[in-house]
């Protein structure tokens, strides 16, 4: 039988708006590895967020994820990157800490990998974060690309009911997580073409349950990351010429 609540019990996974205040103005914040865009973000990704990162193929989407990565990984903490793309590369962070002075030994055993080819695999990943010894104590959470595997395994406007919903319970997981487990998700997105101009896949769904949205266009050698919804513009500085 369960146990109901005594007089004066709190109810569990309920607290006051006050508490809820103090618990967000108390989550960390892990940087971009970019001066500019950690201005716009008031400091990098905070932790209890979701945050999308979408562009062009080449706009250098996979070269932020990592870069935020290692810089993580350099200030101690331990971050899960879920790849759905198969372009993760660990000779990449090693060429970002060596462009930036930095030694590779204890900071890449700090980022745990993990594969994800199919939507469930993806979604079972993320709900099993916490049960996870390796995955439990990540404090930032990459997920490169956010749609690829939904869009695969659901194509077509015929299937768009289905695929943003499927879209929708698993950032409403995500966001759940975030804020109960004081963690920072960095989600890099593909694009299409809307009505006025590139728009990230997964179009409202992901608009509305993201917390901030970067667009990153690459001009030649130079990469401008627009910040929604202020549509602020920074210039990035990668660790490494080059993208990923």
């Avoid at 970002?96 to 990943?125: C, F, K, N």
């Amino acid at each position: 039988m369960t146990k109901q609540p005594g007089k004066g019990e709190k109810t569990a996974g309920t607290e006051t708006v006050a508490e809820a205040a103090r618990r967000v103005a108390s989550f960390p914040r892990y940087t971009s590895g970019s001066e500019g865009l950690d201005a716009l973000l008031v400091g990098g990704y905070r932790a209890g967020t979701l945050t999308e990162v979408y562009g062009k193929s080449n706009s250098g989407k996979s070269q932020l994820a990592m870069q935020a990565a290692l810089c993580a990984a350099e200030d101690g903490v331990s971050v899960l990157y879920i790849d759905t793309e198969g372009a993760f590369r660990p000779e990449r962070l090693e060429q970002i800490a060596g462009a930036r002075g930095w030694g590779t030994e204890g900071v890449l055993e700090r980022v745990v990998y993990m594969r994800s080819d199919s939507a469930p695999e993806q979604m079972e990943t993320v709900r099993g974060m916490q049960r996870r010894r390796e995955t439990a104590r990540c404090r930032l959470v990459v997920v490169d690309t956010l749609t690829r595997n939904f869009s695969v395994a659901l194509p077509g406007r015929s299937n768009a009911p289905s695929r943003q919903g499927a879209l929708d319970v698993h950032l409403s997981e995500m966001a759940r997580d975030a804020y109960t487990n004081a963690r920072a998700y960095l989600l890099t997105n593909r694009v299409t073409f809307g009505t006025a101009g590139d728009v990230g896949i997964g179009g409202r769904t992901v608009e509305q349950l993201v917390h901030r949205s970067i667009l990153l266009e690459r001009d030649g050698g130079r990469v401008t990351a627009t910040v929604s919804p202020t549509r602020e513009k920074a210039t990035l500085e990668f660790g490494v010429a080059g993208v990923a």
